[in-house]
């Protein structure tokens, strides 16, 4: 599928996917701001949800937005909900707007009270009109804001305690974060509110670096994962047993059979800690 498109997964045609072999596989489409009622794109979901559950994943709701969510947006949103009856349903803990101006990006938040009661209150009036729990994403980082009063794991823990909302965990983000600010992965994770995960994330990144000369990880989604963030996800999934879980991979898109490769790695994981529960429970 073309960038422009509002729904993206692997940016791949989905007529070439083949009929799901594995039980427990789905699709991810995006939503986009340019989202309409029709067309190819509407098409595509429409076979697509025929085969498989569907995840949609929200990048532009503005949920930390210092202003009102937009409301022609949200309603889109909800009508597609309705529409598509995804298994799960996700946005960004991020804001992109200002004003009348949409920034197509993911911007960081300061995490101050008054932004926790901010995010609430959005999440709040999100899940009241798709009438589901939503899933709020951990973000990558390249600054810190000064007027950071929690760290993001407790600002993360509150979200969720106030609002219900569950939580996808990105691993990659996790790790891009922590070696651009110096953290633990591990560390991390371990603070993280893991009860609350519904859905996981995994994906390559790039490395560059900043101005003074020091390593500078970018979510890019354009590779396969690292072998750091492989280890990463096994031990979250020995710690909590399967989540469901998506590979990202949206620029340099690679053949069908590699990133087959890549989720057969994700699910020879799940399924090695599921043959572990089950020996426990036995």
């Not at 929690?150 to 922590?178: H, K, P, Q, Y």
Request: aromatic residues 8%; contains cysteine; glycine residues 6%.
């Amino acid at each position: 599928m073309t960038a422009n498109n509002p729904f993206r997964g692997e940016r791949k045609c989905f007529a070439d996917l083949p009929r799901p072999t594995a039980a427990h596989a789905f699709i991810r489409a995006t939503l986009r701001r340019d989202m309409g009622a029709g067309g190819p794109p509407h098409r595509m979901l429409e076979a697509m949800r025929r085969d498989y559950p569907i995840s949609l994943h929200g990048v532009c709701m503005s949920i930390g937005g210092p202003q009102a969510l937009d409301k022609c947006h949200l309603s889109r949103f909800r009508h597609l909900v309705e529409r598509y009856e995804p298994a799960l349903v996700s946005e960004h803990l991020a804001w992109s707007t200002h004003e009348t101006t949409f920034y197509n990006d993911l911007l960081p938040l300061p995490y101050t009270d008054a932004t926790l009661a901010r995010v609430c209150d959005h999440i709040d009036e999100v899940q009241e009109a798709i009438r589901q729990p939503l899933l709020l994403e951990n973000p990558s980082s390249y600054v810190a804001l000064r007027q950071s009063t929690m760290c993001e794991t407790d600002f993360i823990r509150a979200v969720s305690r106030r609002t219900g909302c569950g939580l996808l965990l990105d691993i990659n983000n996790v790790f891009v974060s922590a070696t651009n600010h110096g953290f633990a992965a591990l560390d991390y994770l371990a603070d993280f509110p893991l009860s609350a995960v519904g859905e996981i994330h995994l994906a390559g990144h790039a490395e560059q670096a900043d101005d003074e000369g020091a390593l500078l990880l970018i979510d890019s989604h354009d590779g396969p994962v690292a072998d750091a963030v492989w280890k990463l996800y096994e031990i979250i999934i020995a710690r909590c047993g399967p989540i469901p879980t998506l590979i990202e991979w949206d620029g340099n898109i690679p053949d069908w059979l590699i990133l087959r490769a890549e989720a057969a790695a994700a699910q020879a994981i799940l399924d090695r800690h599921l043959g572990d529960m089950r020996h426990a429970v036995a």
